[in-house]
């Protein structure tokens, strides 16, 4: 039996007013947001490009993407049938989008959860451990960081390429080059944490280092996290869209970038096959330009700082 | 009991992300020269990351393929069996990592980087064979950039709100948000295709059978790689410089300037440009690191026979040898840059001499 004084308050009760005062965060949040008109822009564009990502197959059909079963001449421009035109192969580049968008941003979501990962667990011990041990995690990002991210990419592409299958290759490429940004970000913010009262009072109270972190370094630390997340996914789809272009993609499952390599490697320019080249570059800016947007709204609105400006 | 206000008034971290506040009041006298044990300090953390990457790229290629004589000669490329020992020889086969460690740092002390099959000859040389074309195409595009962005940035930051800063800086971050190489294909699309307007060549560093003297000929092939890459770049300068410049534009010695009488044009160029050039300028040194890697998509596009191309050409086999001396060099440029650029700021800026 456990006996709890009529004044302080129960489990129950600290849980409910925890959960009440984040649900009203969030409301305040999105009344923020909803004001920012290139966040909705970039959050509507972004919504539609994970639909037409999820419903690719009520889209376009599958037979399409098949190379023997393809319907149409080789590289027809735009028409009626084939609206964006076709490829060397005679497939129509719009099924080859559709298609594509799901590898682009599969690829670009999963990178992101690792950077993210590995990103917010090294800043976090960087920031909170002080002395020696949370120093060398920071003198390792600033190693990274100096590292030049396209011939790191693909070096360790080219040995990973052969050892497990392309796409998840190039997946953990892009995650592991690109969590030092957000390393950076999150130790800074840890430190700021860090120097809150609350926190000292949890020390005091005999907190140890997982309830500190996970009960009050993490929440704060989450919110510019997410933010910075947006941002990487923007830039884990263009790392992804040139790595391909650069032959090192999944030739079985292509993305937008192996449309381009694949427009590029068989001549579509000489060819004068112009939309081979123009449309899935117009899908990565502009899926990439979504992301982007809906990132900034999100600093904007999470860091008061930048809501003065611009 | 303590009052919520006495808690909320304890001293917090400075904000890392925020500017330190000018300390110049504190060191009058202009030094102009640097503390050694800064120079050193910085100079040996240098060297200490050079190492880093040394190992880190002995562990990617030499330990992580495996068999290295596989991956340095593979699929019966070098089926000489006398040439396939003295390379395990050379490599340490068969001996602990550590004493492979030493033989790989003492041949990468002697320059010897083994052979790339692709190109037939030594790593070393074929490297120093394309460094200059890459330096000469994106030093030019770095320039150009530099100079355009900064302008871009200064007029949008000064008037931020304005038609003309909303227009740049909405077209930068649509400009960052594109594939400089897509961006360079489409510019081949336009201007040098036979289908489009033809008026400048698709690809290459020179064409033997043009007329015009050498120098024009290869001015001539580098336009549009050059505006491919500018571009990119000068999103990015032009963003920055923006935000510097709405940093200082209502700091209080512009006040002071306004109200000695200065034209609002004057201010912006004497007071409010040189204060905001300094993010920049850090920009500047990093992204000369980034030079030499910086256009491997572009020279793979317009074919331009420099290390980014060399880097791209060195992706089909693997030729591992190759591609471990191209990560090498880039790096290593990175590196000598960031010194460079840290023993270079203080001297501009007082704020990071005094802290």
Known sequence: MTSVSPLSPTVEEVGSVVWARRRRAVGDFWRLYRHDREGMLGLIVMGLIILVAIFAPVLADANGLSVIHATGKPIEPPSATYWLGTDFYGRPILTLIIWGSRISLIVGLAATVISMILGTFLGIFAGHFPGWKGGAFNKLTDWFLVIPFLPLAIALASIFGTKVPRLLAVIIVIGITSWPGTARLVRAQTLTVEARPYLERAKALGGGHWHQVTRHVLPNVMPLVLANTTLTVSVAILAETTLAFLGLGDPLHASWGTILHQAYAQDAISNGAWWWVVFPGLGVVLVVRAFNMVGRALERVLDPRLRERS | ?355
């Open chain 2, 1 to 355: 009991m303590t009052s919520p206000a006495e808690t909320t008034d304890t001293p917090q971290a400075p904000d890392p992300l925020l500017r330190q506040p000018s300390q110049t009041g504190v060191n009058r006298g202009r030094r102009r020269t640097l503390p050694l044990k800064y120079i050193l300090n910085k100079t040996f953390s240098a060297l200490v990351l050079l190492l880093f990457v040394t190992i880190f790229n002995f562990f990617l290629f030499r330990i992580m393929p495996g068999d290295p004589a596989k991956t340095f000669a593979p699929r019966g490329r070098n089926d000489n069996p006398e040439a396939l020992i003295a390379m395990r020889k050379r490599l340490g086969e068969g001996k602990p990592l550590y004493e492979k460690f030493f033989l790989y740092m003492q041949n990468l002390f002697k320059g010897n980087l083994e052979t790339s099959y692709s190109q037939h000859q030594s790593v070393a040389s074929a490297i120093g064979d394309r460094i200059w074309p890459t330096v000469l195409l994106s030093g030019t595009a770095l320039v150009i950039s530099v100079l355009v962005g900064l302008w871009l940035g200064t007029r949008s930051g000064w008037r931020h709100g304005s038609r003309f800063d909303r227009m740049a800086s909405g077209s930068a971050l649509t400009w960052y948000s594109v594939p400089e190489w897509w961006f360079g294909l489409i510019l081949i699309i336009i201007f040098a295709s036979k289908s489009g307007l033809g008026i400048f060549p698709i690809a290459g560093y020179s064409d033997p059978n043009s007329s015009l003297p050498h120098f024009l000929d290869v001015a001539n092939h580098m336009v549009l790689p050059v505006i491919a890459l500018s571009v990119v770049y000068i999103a990015q300068y032009s963003l920055i410089m923006r935000s510097s410049i709405i940093d200082e534009r209502y700091a209080e010695y512009l006040a002071t300037a306004r109200a000695k009488g200065l034209r609002d044009d004057q201010v912006m160029k004497k007071h409010a440009v040189p204060n905001a050039l300094l993010p920049s300028v850090t920009l500047f040194f990093l992204s000369l690191g980034f030079v030499v890697s910086g256009a491997i998509t572009i020279e793979t596009v317009f074919n331009w026979p420099g290390l980014g191309l060399l880097s791209e050409q060195a992706l089909s086999g693997p030729d591992y040898p190759l591609l471990e001396g191209i990560f090498l060099v880039f790096s290593a440029a990175v590196i000598v840059m960031n010194l460079i650029a840290d023993l270079i700021y203080p001297l501009i800026d007082p704020r990071v001499r005094a802290a």
